[in-house]
């Protein structure tokens, strides 16, 4: 079983930027595609950003593109989302996700099957 522990929430202004990071048990990390999604209130969820087993496919939403950076560190079982220039519309709460299904940089949720718990991210104007 994988547990996915994530990092780096809070409360930042406009502009600001915040570092999330998600630690993974199990020693099949390395294989797994790993990826980040969140919810805002009222919203369904959504991919935000995903990463393959090898870091050489990686997937953006339109809306993040060039603000955030998804990358892993397979040694350290950890995955990271650094967030730049955030918007109050980045509010949500993140969850990071782990696929044994896919190898790939997967941006369905259904392609997932373990989750953290999530970790608050409130941008203020």
């Known amino acids: 079983q994988v547990q996915l522990v994530e990092s780096g929430g809070g409360l930042v202004q406009a502009g600001g930027s915040l570092r999330l990071s998600c630690v993974a048990s199990?020693?099949?990390?390395?294989?797994?595609?790993m990826g980040w999604f969140r919810r805002a209130p009222g919203k369904e969820r959504e991919v935000v950003a995903a990463i393959g087993w090898s870091s050489s496919g990686i997937y953006y939403r339109n809306s993040v593109r060039g603000r955030f950076t998804i990358s892993r560190d397979n040694a350290k079982n950890t995955v990271y989302l650094q967030m730049n220039s955030l918007k109050p519309e980045d509010t949500a709460i993140y969850y990071c996700a782990g696929s044994s299904l896919r190898t790939y940089a997967s941006p369905t949720p259904d392609d997932y099957n373990y989750w953290g718990q999530g970790t608050q991210v409130t941008v203020s104007s």
């Open positions: 199990g020693r099949t990390f390395s294989s797994y595609a």
